[in-house]
C-alpha cells in the first residue's frame, strides 16, 4: 500500500517551459486536492476533485490546471512556468470529509523556475 | 474569510513542554486538526479536535480549544528531538476543503 506517490520529487523549468506533476493514490479516496507550500503562508489550497471528472479550484488556480479521468490519479500542470511558481506542492486525498477520514499528503514535488 | 494564524517559531529545551497556538476566523469549523511536517516529508496528521470539544488528550499530546475566543493550541508533553518539525494548524472549511496555517517551526534543544 504506497499510500500518496507524487513525481517527481524535485524539478527545474526555465520560464515559460510546462509540465505535469503527477500524484496518484492506491486508497481508492475520491476526494484529490493539489496544493502550494511557499514559507510563511502556510499550505494554499490550488485545485482540488471530489472524484472522478469533477474538478474544482481552490484558493490560487492560476497558471495551474488539473483534469480528474480515474479515481487514482490527479496531475497537475503548468501551463507556462513563471518564477512566481517556484515552491513546493502537495498533493493529498481523503475518503471524504471528517476525522475518520482525514487526508492523506504525499512527500512534496520541489519545482523551481529560472 | 477563513484565516488561521500561528506563531511562527518555537524553541523548547528537550523534556519541557511545548504549547502551540492557533487562532482561527471560521466559527462554522466542524473540525480542527494539528499536522506534522518533518523535513523533506508531507503532512502527517497528529490529532484532531471536534468543534463542540473543550480539550483532548492523546499521549503526550493535549489539544485546547476556545471556541468563543477562536483559539486552539497543542501542548505536547516532555518534549524530544524527534519533535522537531513544522506544525499547521488547520480548520475544516466548506466541503472537503481544509485551511490551514503558516506553519509553526518547533526546535527543540538539548
Known amino acids: 500500500n504506497a499510500g500518496v506517490t507524487q513525481t517527481p520529487k524535485f524539478q527545474v523549468l526555465k520560464t515559460g517551459q510546462s509540465m505535469t506533476l503527477q500524484c496518484a493514490q492506491d486508497m481508492n479516496h475520491e476526494y484529490m486536492s493539489w496544493y502550494r507550500q511557499d514559507p510563511g503562508m502556510g499550505l494554499r489550497l490550488i485545485h482540488y476533485?471530489?472524484?472522478?471528472?469533477?474538478?474544482d479550484q481552490g484558493e490560487v488556480p492560476n497558471g495551474y490546471n488539473v483534469s480528474r479521468s480515474t479515481t487514482e490519479d490527479f496531475p497537475l500542470r503548468l501551463l507556462s512556468a513563471a518564477p512566481s511558481q517556484t515552491s513546493v506542492y502537495f498533493c493529498a486525498s481523503s475518503r471524504g470529509q471528517g476525522v475518520d477520514q482525514p487526508q492523506h499528503f504525499g512527500d512534496g514535488t520541489r519545482l523551481s523556475i529560472l | 474569510g477563513e484565516d488561521v494564524e500561528q506563531s511562527l517559531f518555537l524553541s523548547v529545551r528537550e523534556g519541557d513542554s511545548s504549547v502551540i497556538n492557533c487562532t482561527y476566523t471560521d466559527s462554522s469549523s466542524t473540525y480542527l486538526y494539528w499536522y506534522k511536517q518533518e523535513p523533506g516529508a508531507g503532512l502527517q496528521l497528529l490529532t484532531y479536535?471536534?468543534?463542540?470539544?473543550d480539550m483532548k488528550q492523546d499521549q503526550r499530546l493535549t489539544v485546547l480549544l476556545n471556541k468563543k475566543d477562536k483559539h486552539l493550541s497543542l501542548r505536547i508533553a516532555d518534549t524530544q528531538t524527534g519533535d522537531s518539525a513544522i506544525y499547521f494548524c488547520?480548520?475544516?472549511?466548506?466541503?472537503?476543503?481544509?485551511?490551514f496555517g503558516a506553519g509553526t517551526t518547533v526546535t527543540v534543544r538539548a
Open positions: 476533485s471530489v472524484g472522478a471528472g469533477i474538478t
Open positions: 488547520a480548520e475544516s472549511i466548506r466541503d472537503y476543503k481544509l485551511s
Open positions: 479536535i471536534f468543534s463542540n470539544m
